[in-house]
Structure formats: C-alpha cells, structure tokens
C-alpha cells in the first residue's frame, strides 16, 4: 500500500523566515512519483513540482526547492525568505507505476501561516 | 487556455437525494480523476478514466457512487440515497497522457464542488 505522511500539521512564522515542509512516504513500487501542491484560502489545488523515482537531484525554483532523499523515503520542501502570500495548506503527494496514468494519494496536509 | 471547470460550485441537498456533479477537463487532457477533500484532510482518491473507461474504480465508497465520462471528455460524478456523511469538496483533475514516454503527468485540479448533504 502506498502512504504519505506530513507529520506537520500548522505551521506559523514570520515573514522572511525560511520554512521546511516535511514528507515522508512508503511504496513498494520501484517506480513511483512525488508532487507537492499548493492550496491557497481560494482552494483550488495548484500544482508545484514533480519528480521520479529515478532522479534524486534536489531542485531549486526561485524561492522553492525540494530535497529528494530514497534513503530515508522523504521528499522536502523548502521555502526561504517566506512571504505572507505563501500562507496555504500544502500536500504532498505520490503515484506509483510507470503506466502513464495513475491516483495521486497524498498527505494530510500542513498548514502554513506567514505573519507579517 | 482554459482550466478544469466543475460545476456547480456549491450543491446542497438533503438526505436521501440524488445528485449530480459535472467536470469539464482541460481540452485534450486524456485521463480525468475524481477525488473528495473532507475538512483538514487531504484529497482522497476516488475514481479514475482513461478516455471513455473507467481504469480505477477502487476509491468509490460504496454502490451509491458512480461516474460517467461518455464521449471521453466531461465526466458526471452521480451520487444516489445522499448521506450527511457525503458532505466534502469534490475534485476532478485531469492530466495528458504522453503515451511514448508512459510517465505519470502533473494533474491539473478545478475549483472543487463543496456538497452539503442536510
């Protein structure tokens, strides 16, 4: 069975702060995604990044990178310099198999608040 | 170009109703997802088509579930005998298949049809 943990439930810092999301998930695939989302107070889901099994690079996005680690099945997520307008719940989330097309199953969630 | 739509946005109902919810997908997009967020909890997958197929029904809770994608496009979540308990946010996302390269593609979400069953 596939799992995403976010043992992080809210979150709340001050603005310019930098903030790390934890996830953590559990797949007996040997293929498999990851994806964070953004939900913001309008709730519709938006879409941060995507990254495979197979490729371990951390990426950076401006403010935004992702530290990838299949050693310890954990999938971070970090904002530096945060702003008040990053204040959302955010999932991660992951699919497994390599057969184009697959369920997303995510985490809880982890509420951010930046506070000015 | 245009997102996923969903319609309506609120639906509230009483006990026993039925009720229909419409998706409209991001034009071309192949695979089209259902998923229902309960508060504070993140999206549960519920049912999944690939064209005019339903390719992964497993999420559907139970009979009074059943969703419809008949020309491929749009798709129509039909929930019969409404429960209090069916009361969530539900989601339709859709995403391209890249058949050459069969990689799981981001999926794009719509706004989300809050249902409240009385």
């Known amino acids: 069975a596939q799992k995403v943990t976010q043992a992080q439930t809210e979150i709340s810092v001050v603005e310019k702060e930098d903030v790390t999301l934890d996830c953590v998930y559990e797949?007996?695939?040997?293929?498999?995604?990851l994806f964070w989302y953004k939900q913001p107070p309008s709730g519709e889901l938006v879409f941060l990044i995507r990254?495979?099994?197979?490729?371990?690079q951390n990426e950076i996005s401006g403010r935004y990178s992702w530290n990838f680690q299949k050693s310890t099945s954990s999938f971070n997520f970090t904002i530096t310099a945060s702003q008040v307008v990053d204040s959302a719940v955010y999932f991660c989330?992951?699919?497994?198999?390599?057969?184009?097309?697959?369920?997303?199953?995510f985490g809880q969630g982890t509420r951010l608040t930046i506070n000015p | 170009g245009a997102g996923v739509s969903q319609t309506p946005s609120n639906k509230v109902t009483e006990k026993g109703k039925y009720v229909e919810l419409r998706c409209d997908p991001i034009?071309?997009?192949?695979?089209l997802y259902w998923y229902r967020q309960s508060l504070g909890q993140g999206p549960e997958f519920l049912i999944y088509?690939?064209?005019?197929?339903?390719?992964?029904d497993s999420g559907l809770p139970n009979d009074r579930f059943f969703a419809v994608r008949p020309e491929g496009s749009v798709s129509t979540l039909k929930i019969q005998r409404t429960e209090r308990g069916d009361s969530a946010v539900y989601l339709c996302?859709?995403?391209?298949?890249?058949?050459?390269?069969?990689?799981?593609?981001?999926?794009?979400f719509g706004p989300g049809t809050r249902l409240t069953v009385l």
């Open positions: 990254r495979n099994s197979f490729d371990e």
């Open positions: 996302a859709s995403s391209p298949t890249i058949r050459r390269t069969r990689e799981n593609n981001e999926q794009f």
């Open positions: 989330a992951l699919s497994g198999g390599f057969q184009g097309a697959q369920k997303l199953v």
């Open positions: 088509f690939q064209g005019t197929g339903a390719a992964d």
């Open positions: 034009s071309g997009h192949t695979a």
């Open positions: 797949t007996r695939d040997t293929t498999y995604y």
